[in-house]
């Protein structure tokens, strides 16, 4: 099927938050092999002088609960085409969720019954914007800022449970101050295109 004929992109926000709602679970160490499967997976379908490919999102972050959806970070040079890259992408089988000039997200595992058990999140970005890195980081590196992160969330998964942009937008500050602590912490970390 391709992407103009698959039914998801023909239905409305409200329903796609209903067949999809927001549900957090114990940390999965099947995560990160899933991680590490897809990642091989898609390093072969891209060119691979143009990317690094890193785990984030709190299924990177052993300890916390999440959602069941592992969230890769796709960094590209600034030359690189994202038509190019998203091409290969949804050739590969993702489904693209939303795009403006220098972002593009895609999904895989999204059904029309609900979600598959592996489900990804792939995030396209031009080399540089990746904040995320260094709140992965930050929660790694410190379990009691990590616990913090899970009692939000927790906080917010009722009753947000079918409206992911409020269960975003209500984690945003808290996100925000924990990247800007690490972005000290680590800095220059994330300067070359070494893979984390």
């Not at 099927?1 to 938050?17: D, F, G, R, T």
């Not at 890259?85 to 969720?97: A, F, R, T, V, W």
């Not at 396209?124 to 410190?142: I, M």
Request: charged share 30%; aromatic share 12%.
């Amino acid at each position: 099927m391709n992407q103009e004929e698959n039914p998801l992109l023909k239905m409305s926000l409200q329903e796609l938050w209903q067949l999809f709602p927001i549900n957090l679970t114990q940390h999965n160490p099947l995560w990160k092999e899933w991680y590490e499967e897809e990642r091989s997976f898609l390093l072969k379908q891209l060119p691979s002088n143009e990317v690094r490919l890193s785990h984030i999102g709190s299924t990177a972050v052993e300890g916390i609960q999440a959602k069941p959806i592992v969230d890769m970070l796709l960094e590209v040079k600034k030359d690189s085409s994202f038509q190019k890259l998203k091409e290969l992408i949804l050739q590969s089988g993702y489904l693209c969720m939303n795009e403006t000039n220098d972002r593009i997200s895609f999904n895989k595992g999204y059904t029309i019954n609900g979600f598959a058990e592996r489900v990804f999140h792939l995030h396209l970005r031009y080399e540089g914007d990746n904040d995320e890195l260094y709140f992965r980081d930050e929660l790694q590196a410190h379990p009691s800022v990590a616990k913090d992160y899970e009692t939000l969330k927790l906080s917010l998964w009722k009753p947000f449970e079918h409206d992911r942009d409020a269960y975003t937008a209500h984690k945003t500050e808290f996100v925000k101050q924990y990247t800007l602590i690490a972005k000290e912490e680590f800095k220059g970390r994330y300067e070359n295109n070494r893979p984390y």
